[in-house]
């Protein structure tokens, strides 16, 4: 039974395209975020919902835009990709708000052409 | 530039020796935490320690805080070849949350 599962794992596309990348959680957590992580594996916080609710939003350019049907999911959705956002993004919940334990996806690799 | 940085970026050892990975970070925190990511998988929490605690122990692991350096250890005793992977730090300063550099670990069987 996964906690936090992603779709798709990978994902490679053309510039200028649209894409989503889905996130479902089944731990009954509260709060659920995005998070990037380069080449490097330098790992940035993007986006943190708590309840369907936005509670951050780093500075990430207006192409990503998160969407929470509900607590138990959290879908990122990008438009126009550029070659820049060629990075592995993670999903993660936690209990609450707070920045407690988080819990993380296995990750969807975005290779852009 | 970010939050926390890790040393040594990596780190090679004998399966059984202890392995010691270190996070200094730049403001006040809440807490710090510690994850495990292996090759092509999402991280995974390994223990959090509050900023009113200075040692930490579950199972092999050790961290150590030290508020007033703004650094903390991560020590990985007996190691095994299943220890593989990387450990980053992560601080809470309240509204924010930070990763570190990561250390790469290699425990050779």
Redesign the interface.
Same mark, same amino acid.
Not at chain 2, 40 to 45: I, Q, Y
């Given at each position: 039974d996964t906690a936090v599962s992603q779709t798709p794992k990978y994902l490679v596309t053309q510039m200028g395209n649209d894409k989503s990348i889905k996130c479902e959680q089944n731990l009954g957590h509260d709060t659920m975020y995005w998070y990037k992580q380069d080449s490097k594996k330098f790992l940035k916080i993007m986006f943190s919902y708590n309840n369907k609710e936005l509670i951050i939003n780093e500075t990430v350019p207006n192409r990503f835009s998160p969407k929470s049907p509900d607590k138990a999911h959290l879908n990122l959705h990008i438009n126009s990709l550029e070659l820049g956002d060629s990075a592995v993004y993670f999903c993660a919940s936690s209990q609450s708000h707070g920045y407690q334990p988080q819990h993380f996806g296995d990750g969807t690799r975005l290779s852009i052409l | 530039s $970010?939050q926390g940085e890790e040393d040594p970026q990596a780190l090679s050892i004998q399966e059984g020796e202890n392995a010691t990975m270190n996070c200094s970070y730049k403001t006040s925190i809440?807490?710090l935490?510690w994850y495990r $990511?292996n090759s /092509?998988?999402?991280?995974?929490?390994l223990i959090?320690i509050r900023s009113n605690e200075r040692e930490k122990h579950s199972g092999r692991l050790r961290v150590t805080l030290d508020t007033s350096k703004k650094s903390s250890s991560l020590l990985i005793t007996a190691s095994r070849a299943a220890d593989t992977a990387?450990y &980053?730090c992560?601080t809470?300063t309240g509204n924010q &949350?930070? &990763?570190g550099? /990561?250390t790469s670990l290699t425990v050779i069987p």
């Open positions: - | $970010q809440n807490n935490q $990511q /092509g998988r999402g991280l995974v929490h959090l990387s &980053f992560a809470d &949350f930070y &990763f550099t /990561g």
